[in-house]
């Protein structure tokens, strides 16, 4: 009789799962694990040094940003599931991993945004992660910043001095430093759809802030506080190449 | 609201809940915001009451934000409050060019702005960097030389303060308190500063009469001054270099502060501008312009007829000075008086 029961449970199991796989569960849990690394190396914010693309050294002390405006898609069908209200910051000395539901299905592709959208970032009157407290609004102008990246460099002396990266964009009128980054999972073996909890490692290498359309030498910069203009532009326009990549 | 009453009515039935949960349902209904646009003259010039869909006006937020105002609790020393530096006898100035009461001591870099009318600024702050006063009002509350407060420290202290839970859930009928409704109460209490009660006001409104000086000297402001402080608000809500500096350097330490408009937007047309100030309650808000450079209006008058400093972001207008005879100053002076508002520095609803 105990056996008959193991037979018939085991039967069912297999026969439910055969006929229709997307049917055992009705959602997707995705975890997102960000990992930082400062040219390949794992990033610490203790005092350790590091070596920036051209050669100069750099000691961080902060790195942070925001994750936004998340979107699987499935791109035979076109099907795809956006991640309402979902603003995260991934902060070195904080919370790496982000996790949320995604409805059953199967997807392919997974695109998101570093910063805030235009709409959000007119006001800093925000909660959860948004919440000013979070030391990511600037103080004479209302805006996030989008991503923080904050240390001392050090080039041919024994003077450290401060390099400050504060990109983000309070101009209204474009969103010209709110980047998408977009991820072909299928290419990674990682299509979503055939289990009911997925983990995705993301790895990003802090170098590209520094490599890329326009290659930033530290000691030859006007200011080493960069906080918005021409500079933080290029800065973004050089992580939005290559800042992600999926492990 | 009789709507309302029913349908809460109804849900608590449905609820199950007993008699003995009744008292919560009084406590719901009272804790409804009463929401109002407040009356202004039409002598501001303004067709509407600007205010944001997340926070609009109503009774219990702006008496919250008031209380707040004049809390000192809310800074790192607990020694200084928004109005420390806001003080309603000086329109909500302060009367110092720079003042350094802050936490650190040190003395600030920008000359503490009159606190009216600012429903219908699009920017606040000198450079007009903030855009609305709910944002605006984590720039003071957390600057080290000014309130250096740690919002998460406000927080707390407002969580466990005696009052101020309540307080909260009248003005926005909710028990979680957020550094964003310590932001909206406070921006809803400056909502409410309207100035327009001076003698020009009354003349205006048919009320009163201004006397030949300062008729004659209504003429000298409209010649000579309304491009740039336009009639209502007197202000034309603009930025613009008038001449202050002949150039503008920038110590990475400062954030550009030097530069005026031009560290918000990066235009080079903004390079060394500022908001147009206000005409009205000038007698409260000495000393002048952002850095409070000119103590009283003959330094100010001075400056605009022979003191401009010409560079290429130079206020057109002011190519050729402001140059004006003995009695066109006198005059002009006579108008600027009638537009000081004696009910607005003593108004009750603005007092501690």
Partial sequence: MKNLAIILLVVLGFTSCKDDEEEMFTSIQVNLEFAHVLNGEALELDGKAYNLPSGESFTPSKFKYYISNITFENSETGNTYFVADGYYLIDEAGKKEITFEVPAGSYDKLSYYVGIDKERNLSTDQVGDLDPNNDMVWSWKTGYKFLVLEGEWEY????????VIHIGNNDPETEVNFKEFSFDLSSEGLTLGSEAMVDLDIEAEISSLFTGDSDLVVHELESTSIMGGPLAISVANNYQKSLFSIK | MGFRKTGLLFILLASGLSNACMPAFDEVEKNTPEYYVPVYSSTLQQNDFPQPVRNYLNKEGVELGKTLFFDPGLSANGK???????LPEKAFSDGLALTNIGVSGLALHRNSPALFN????????????????????????????????????????????????????????SDSITSSSIARSLAQFMRTLISDESKYDQWKRDETELNSEELKGYSVYQEHCSSCHKEGLFTDLSYHNNGLDSSYPDPPELEGLYQGRYRITYKDEDMGAYKTASLRNLSFTAPYMHDGRFANLEQVLDHY????????????????????????????????????????????????
């Avoid at chain 2, 200084?80 to 806001?86: D, E, L, N, Q, R």
């Avoid at chain 2, 007009?128 to 720039?139: I, R």
């Avoid at chain 2, 003071?140 to 859930?169: K, R, S």
Wanted: net charge negative; aromatic share 10%; hydrophobic share 35%.
């Fill in chain 1, 156 to 163: 041919e002396s024994s003077d450290r001095r401060g390099l």
């Fill in chain 2, 80 to 86: 200084v409050s928004c109005a420390g530096c806001h």
């Fill in chain 2, 118 to 173: 600012l429903a219908w600024h699009d920017g606040l702050f000198w450079e007009g960097g903030a855009n609305d006063l709910e944002s605006m009002v984590f720039g003071p509350l957390t600057h080290p030389d000014e309130m250096a407060a740690d919002l998460n420290e406000v927080l707390e202290y407002i969580n466990t303060h005696e009052a101020y839970p309540l307080l909260f859930q009248e003005a926005f009928s």
């Fill in chain 2, 305 to 352: 007829e022979t003191g401009i400093k010409t560079n290429e972001t130079l206020a057109p207008q002011l190519e050729n000075g402001i140059v004006l005879s003995t009695t066109e100053r006198t005059q002009l002076l006579a108008f600027l008086n009638s537009l000081n508002d004696y009910n607005f520095i003593t108004n009750p609803a603005y007092q501690k």
